[in-house]
């Protein structure tokens, strides 16, 4: 079973300018959720969706944030305009269902530079 | 004060030794509890799922939740070279919004 795809691994832009992520959840997985990891930090909650809808989004800061999940599989994260403190790793992953016994798998992550 | 406090180490012991790791928390809510063990560069993995209080053990590796006093510990015996990685603990209210902690860094010398 392929684990969860994430791309790209790496991204350098410069600030202001736009970036988007891109993920492709374990194949049956209902629960998608975007996670944010700084430096030496776990990771955070950015949002989490069930299918096509946007379940839990109060951590994701809509300014400048924002995502989709069109027909329930794959998932695009933009940022627009990227800042500096924007720089850190992107990490998406997937579950069959949310709740207890739904184990969350993880993908590798996008590591994020702003300069 | 965050929910969930951890150790951020690093922790370096000799192989083959016991390891113990540890987080406290304060929200009396949370009663799903998880470890995740973190390797360099990738993304976090399952190692360990309990619910409430009491003892879990799974091969070499035992995990403890005492809610009385709102502290999980995460036991590794006979540690490898390849157990070295980060440990993050996690929990939960509901098994669907998790908490991490911010991670232990682990070496295991050979």
């Known amino acids: 079973e392929a684990g969860v795809v994430q791309s790209p691994r790496y991204k350098i832009i410069e600030k202001k300018q736009p970036v988007a992520f891109w993920c492709n959840p374990i194949s049956g997985h209902n629960t998608l959720y975007w996670y944010l990891q700084n430096l030496g930090q776990g990771p955070e909650l950015l949002i989490r969706y069930e299918n096509e809808e946007a379940v839990d989004d109060s951590q994701l800061p809509k300014d400048r944030f924002s995502a989709e999940r069109l027909k329930g599989v794959d998932s695009t994260l933009k940022i627009q305009p990227a800042e500096l403190g924007d720089s850190a790793v992107y990490l998406c992953a997937s579950s069959r269902l949310a709740g207890y016994g739904h184990t969350q798998y993880f993908g590798p992550g996008t590591r994020l530079t702003v300069l | 004060q965050k929910e969930v406090e951890q150790d951020p180490g690093p922790l370096s012991v000799p192989e083959g030794a016991i390891v113990s790791l540890n987080c406290t928390y304060s929200?009396?809510?949370?009663?799903?509890f998880m470890w995740y063990r973190q390797y360099s560069r990738k993304g976090p993995e399952l190692l360990m799922y309990?619910?409430?209080?009491g003892n879990k053990e799974d091969g070499r590796f035992t995990a403890q939740v005492d809610k009385s006093s709102k502290y999980i510990s995460l036991f590794i015996r006979d540690s490898q070279p390849s157990d070295s990685a980060t440990y993050l603990c996690a929990m939960s209210a509901d098994a669907s919004k998790i908490i991490f902690g911010s991670g232990t860094r682990l070496s295991i010398r050979p």
């Open positions: 929200n009396s809510a949370f009663q799903y």
């Open positions: 309990t619910y409430s209080s």
